[in-house]
C-alpha cells in the first residue's frame, strides 16, 4: 500500500505543478505575447471569446478588494490554503483524491502569482451563450474547479464504493 500512496502523492504534486506552468504560461502569452489587451475580444467560437478582465476578488468576483490590504489577506488565505492542501496531499492513497487536490493547489498559486505580480487576478476566457453570460475564467480557476468536483466525487461515490468493499 506504501508504493501506491507514493504514487498518488506523486501524481498530486505533478498536477499541481503543471498546472500551474500551464496556468501562468498562457497568461504570459496572452499579456505579453499575443498582447490581448490590445486585441481583445477574440472570438474562438460563437460561445468562447479571449477577453482581459482583472479580478480583484475571489471566484465570480465576489469579495472584491480595492486595498492593499485587502489584496494580501487573499494572498495569504491561497498561500495558507496550498500549504493546508499539500500537507493533506502528502497523506493521500487515492489517485482521484491526489489529482484533485493538485488541481487545487496549482490553481490557488497560480492566481496568488497573479495577485502578487499584477495586483489582480487575469483572467481571459469569457463563456457565454446567446445574451446568456458566464463569469470569465483562467486556467487556475478551471482547475480548482476540477478540482472540487473531483474531491466531491471521491467524498459521495468512491467513499461510498470503499466503504462496501
Request: proline share 1%; glycine share 8%.
Amino acid at each position: 500500500m506504501r508504493r501506491r500512496s507514493s504514487s498518488a502523492v506523486r501524481i498530486g504534486f505533478i498536477a499541481a505543478l503543471l498546472t500551474l506552468l500551464a496556468d501562468q504560461a498562457s497568461k504570459l502569452f496572452l499579456l505579453f505575447g499575443y498582447d490581448l489587451p490590445v486585441r481583445q475580444p477574440v472570438a474562438l467560437t460563437s460561445f468562447i471569446d479571449l477577453t482581459v478582465e482583472w479580478n480583484r476578488g475571489v471566484s465570480y468576483g465576489m469579495f472584491q478588494q480595492e486595498s492593499d490590504l485587502g489584496r494580501w489577506i487573499l494572498i495569504s488565505i491561497s498561500i495558507v490554503t496550498a500549504i493546508a492542501l499539500s500537507i493533506w496531499l502528502s497523506r493521500v492513497k487515492t489517485r482521484v483524491l491526489a489529482l484533485s487536490l493538485g488541481l487545487i493547489i496549482g490553481g490557488a498559486i497560480g492566481n496568488a502569482i497573479d495577485r502578487i505580480a499584477y495586483g489582480a487576478v487575469f483572467d481571459f476566457v469569457y463563456f457565454h451563450i446567446g445574451t446568456v453570460s458566464w463569469y470569465v475564467f483562467n486556467i487556475a480557476d478551471a482547475a480548482i474547479v476540477l478540482g472540487v468536483v473531483g474531491l466531491l466525487y471521491d467524498s459521495f461515490v468512491l467513499d461510498r464504493k470503499r466503504a462496501k468493499a
